[in-house]
């Protein structure tokens, strides 16, 4: 299974289709250690990386954030609410400096480390 960080397991972020796909940026991943951090309690991941071919099946964009192959690896997370209120959630997230948040959801928020700002 193995340790990403101190708080994440490759289990936790690896494509949920079971083909075992896990490359994950180092600087996305050291944002949500970060959120954990200052979360200061449990973090649940719905998605992290998916395959090429998961992604197009859960109807992902092409260039989906979530996509996640050896040369451009995934940047985003959709992280439950069970642990969290949705404003808090996103105030945390933008805090450990997180650019792309999706909170149009109704159990999870989005969030990215693209290169620039987007709200949804």
Same mark, same amino acid.
């Given at each position: 299974?193995?340790?990403?960080?101190?708080?994440?397991?490759?289990?936790?972020?690896?494509?949920?289709?079971?083909?075992? @796909?896990?490359?994950?940026?180092?600087?996305?991943?050291?944002?949500?250690?970060? =959120?954990? #951090? $200052? *979360?200061?309690?449990?973090? +649940?991941?719905?998605?992290?990386?998916?395959?090429?071919?998961?992604?197009?099946?859960?109807?992902?964009?092409?260039?989906?954030?979530?996509?996640?192959?050896?040369?451009?690896?995934? @940047?985003?997370?959709?992280?439950?609410?069970?642990?969290?209120?949705?404003?808090? =959630?996103? #105030? $945390? *997230?933008?805090?450990?400096? +997180?650019?792309?948040?999706?909170?149009?959801?109704?159990?999870?928020?989005?969030?990215?480390?693209?290169?620039?700002?987007?709200?949804?």
């Amino acid at each position: 299974m193995g340790r990403l960080t101190k708080h994440f397991t490759r289990k936790e972020l690896e494509c949920r289709c079971g083909c075992g @796909t896990c490359y994950v940026s180092p600087q996305a991943l050291s944002k949500l250690e970060t =959120l954990r #951090r $200052l *979360a200061r309690r449990p973090i +649940f991941i719905n998605s992290a990386c998916r395959c090429p071919a998961h992604n197009a099946r859960v109807g992902g964009a092409p260039l989906s954030q979530h996509r996640s192959t050896k040369n451009r690896p995934a @940047t985003a997370f959709d992280i439950s609410l069970r642990n969290f209120h949705k404003g808090e =959630l996103i #105030r $945390l *997230a933008i805090q450990a400096g +997180f650019k792309g948040i999706g909170q149009n959801y109704k159990t999870f928020v989005h969030v990215d480390d693209r290169h620039y700002y987007a709200r949804w």
